[in-house]
T-cell receptor
């Protein structure tokens, strides 16, 4: 979805390096999410943010940190990358509606390889 | 806790035949249920959702899903499969007492010509 962009699209790095994955959206959504996808494991939530001042850990936050710089920007950092963080990473956004739950819109993904 | 299971890693169907991709869920409150599709080298795309109301939900690309509370299932269906439907399909659930989605492991759908 062109409304949610991720940079870089592919990245190869070495064990111990710090790396940042960036996500930007033009959908005007308050809620943003970071997931990782591994074959056979589906998508697992790393961190999520329901507004600029709200950051929450997901299912697998160890080894990751995030920054919500603005409503439209949500970055994921690996402070010291390790090989088992090799995965496909997705950013997603959703609108907030009281009493309901709106679908999420996903970016194209970042394929990260840690050697 | 909330969880979702997709019991089939892969579903094979011939073009023109009906298809079903299975999903079962577990929640303690009321379920919000979603189906997403992922084409190669793409992000996930929303297909349909069940929040409340009619148990048969219609979505994009001719897909539909039936919510069955007694069987805790939300199977994805299409009356006539197309080769272009070949993709990875994810079911997801949110318990009304939770704030985030839990995704299944995905089912690869392969439609042969």
């Amino acid at each position: 979805d062109a409304d949610v962009t991720q940079t870089p699209r592919n990245r190869i790095t070495k064990t111990g390096k710090r790396i940042m994955l960036e996500c930007s959206q033009t959908k005007g959504h308050d809620r943003m999410y970071w997931y990782r996808q591994d074959p056979g494991l589906g998508l697992r939530l790393i961190y999520y943010s329901f507004d600029v001042k709200d950051i929450n850990k997901g299912e697998i936050s160890d080894g990751y940190s995030v920054s919500r710089q603005a409503q439209a920007k949500f970055s994921l950092s690996l402070e010291s990358a390790i090989p088992n963080q090799t995965a496909l990473y997705f950013c997603a956004t959703s609108a907030a509606t009281t009493g309901s739950y709106n679908e999420q819109f996903f970016g194209p993904g970042t394929r990260l390889t840690v050697l | 806790a909330q969880s979702v299971a997709q019991p089939e890693d892969q579903v094979n169907v011939a073009e023109g035949n009906p298809l079903t991709v299975k999903c079962t869920y577990s929640v303690s409150g009321n379920p919000y249920l979603f189906w997403y599709v992922q084409y190669p080298n793409r992000g996930l795309q929303f297909l349909l959702k069940y929040i409340t109301g009619d148990n048969l939900v219609k979505g994009s690309y001719g897909f539909e899903a039936e919510f069955n509370k007694s069987q805790t299932s939300f199977h994805l269906k299409k009356p006539s499969a197309l080769v272009s439907d070949s993709a990875l399909y994810f079911c997801a659930v949110r318990d009304s007492g939770y704030s985030t989605l839990t995704f299944g492991k995905g089912t690869m759908l392969l439609v042969s010509p």
